[in-house]
């Protein structure tokens, strides 16, 4: 198995490489070069946005047949920070840069592991997040209508009396995936919108300290929430994840015009 390491070049501060490759199987030297380029600059866009990580990402490709890029990836976090990509190398680079999928996964990773439980809060920020690195890395005009579009066709299932916490767990344990991933990300939208009324620093620059002070330590969703309030010297994310425990879906949209 050939290895490389690769480190976000502008990311000074970052004490260990940002993550190092793992060739599951044949791929040609051309291929590697391709897909390491697509790496690197998926990697340093998402650091850009939300690291450094104060880990190192490894991460895993293998070769898949589809008709997009990247027909699978996942996350997986028992011993180390990993992220497997299922790659078809046919497309070209700049198809493979276009592709949601490695700005979604690395963005995960700026999470802990938060349970199958809270995986509304997991996909939400990650589904969130990729749209924001793509738009800071200038491949998409705005995050925030792309986000707006997507949950338009999905709202129509929070239109209801369950929390937005229960309608998005249940969608998902129903494998409605873009209902679910969509209606998570609802979390962050308002998120934002609160950090900026209360003159705070954008939820990107949270994450960012979040990084460094708690990232390593937390393990669970109250503790990230705690912290995260913390880092932001507020108490909107606690606030807001009351809300979405506990009004009702269709209360939460009408109260924040979603
Ligand atoms: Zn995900």
């Known amino acids: 198995m050939l290895v490389l390491l690769g480190s976000a070049g502008n990311i000074s501060m970052a004490a260990t490489p940002a993550y190092q490759l793992h060739w599951q199987h044949d791929f040609s030297a051309a291929e590697q070069a391709k897909l390491s380029q697509w790496l690197a600059f998926s990697s340093q866009a998402t650091l850009n946005q939300l690291g450094p990580y104060p880990f190192e990402m490894q991460l895993y490709l293998y070769r898949r047949p589809g008709n997009e890029p990247v027909p699978w990836a996942n996350t997986w976090r028992e011993h180390s920070q990993q992220i497997h990509f299922y790659v078809a190398p046919q497309f070209n680079k700049a198809q493979f840069i276009a592709d949601w999928t490695a700005y979604h996964e690395m963005a995960h ?112 969703l109250q503790q990230v929430i705690r912290s995260l309030d913390s880092v932001s010297d507020s108490t909107v994310f606690s606030q807001l994840l009351q809300q979405f425990n506990q009004l009702p879906a269709a209360q939460f949209l009408q109260l924040y015009q979603l």
């Open 109 to 220: 990773l700026a999470l802990p592991y938060l349970g199958r439980r809270h995986a509304w809060f997991a996909e939400g920020f990650a589904s969130y997040m990729q749209y924001q690195i793509m738009q800071q890395a200038g491949l998409i005009d705005s995050a925030a209508s792309h986000i707006s579009t997507k949950f338009a066709v999905q709202r129509k299932h929070y239109l209801q009396q369950h929390s937005m916490a229960d309608t998005a767990a249940l969608l998902l344990s129903q494998r409605r995936f873009a209902a679910g991933y969509w209606g998570g990300a609802q979390f962050f939208v308002v998120a934002e919108r609160l950090l900026q009324q209360q003159g705070k620093a954008p939820l990107n620059q949270q994450i960012q300290r979040y990084q460094q002070c708690c990232r390593l330590q937390d393990t669970n």
